[in-house]
Structure formats: C-alpha cells, structure tokens
C-alpha cells in the first residue's frame, strides 16, 4: 500500500499563491496517474489537476492557466503550485493515487487507489 501525505495548505488572501506537496511512502513507476481532487463542504470531490506516468496532464477549466501539476519521482513527491488563487478555490485539497491508469482524463473519484489525508486550502477576499 502506498501511504500518501499533503502539505503546504494554509490561508492567502485572493491573488495570492501557494505550493501542495504529497509525499509517497514508496517510488513511484509503472503505469499511473496521480492528482489532485478537492472537496467544499456540502460538494462532491472534484478532481482538480491529475498528470499521468508520460507527463501528461489534465486540469480541471476553472484552474487552467493558475494551476501546475507535477511529479519529481527521485523524491517521491507530486506538488501542485497555485497561482492568483481565488475564494472560491477554497477547500480541502486531497492526493490521489490510481495504478494502472493510462491518461490523466482518466483518473476519478472511483478509480483512485489511495487518497491522503487533505490539506485546507482557504483564500480569502
């Protein structure tokens, strides 16, 4: 089992920026995808940036042009940098793993392996 673990949520103010981490208790290969989803009370999770083993990557349109996956496999680490963030990008930020995935367009709610634990993300205006 790979063990996920977020970091770097905290409070900005709109416009402002900030970098997630997640840390994987083990390298990771192969064919997979891992992503990004995030949850507001009352919603449902949505997927909000996924890259795939190739480098591809997907973005959910409300974050195109703001937000960059990415994964540095020697550190075991996928981050997400968050640019001109915006209130309504509040919410709590999840790590998602899925083994065997082909494309970031792929990567859901129900086909993900192994989630983190979340990290808050508040933006205020």
């Known amino acids: 089992q790979i063990k996920l673990e977020e970091s770097g949520g905290g409070s900005v103010q709109a416009g402002g920026s900030l970098t997630l981490e997640c840390a994987a208790s083990?390298?990771?290969?192969?064919?997979?995808?891992m992503g990004w989803f995030r949850r507001i009370p009352g919603k449902e999770r949505e997927r909000v940036a996924a890259i795939d083993g190739e480098g591809r990557t997907k973005y959910t349109d409300s974050v195109k042009g703001r937000f960059t996956i990415s994964i540095e496999n020697a550190k075991k680490t996928l981050r997400l940098q968050m640019n001109s963030l915006k209130p309504e990008d509040s919410a709590m930020y999840y790590c998602?793993?899925?083994?065997?995935?082909?494309?970031?367009?792929?990567?859901?709610?129900?086909?993900?392996?192994?989630w983190g634990q979340g990290t808050q993300v508040t933006v205020s205006s």
């Open positions: 083990e390298y990771i290969y192969g064919d997979y995808c």
């Open positions: 998602a793993y899925e083994r065997g995935c082909m494309s970031p367009s792929y990567l859901s709610v129900y086909s993900v392996w192994y």
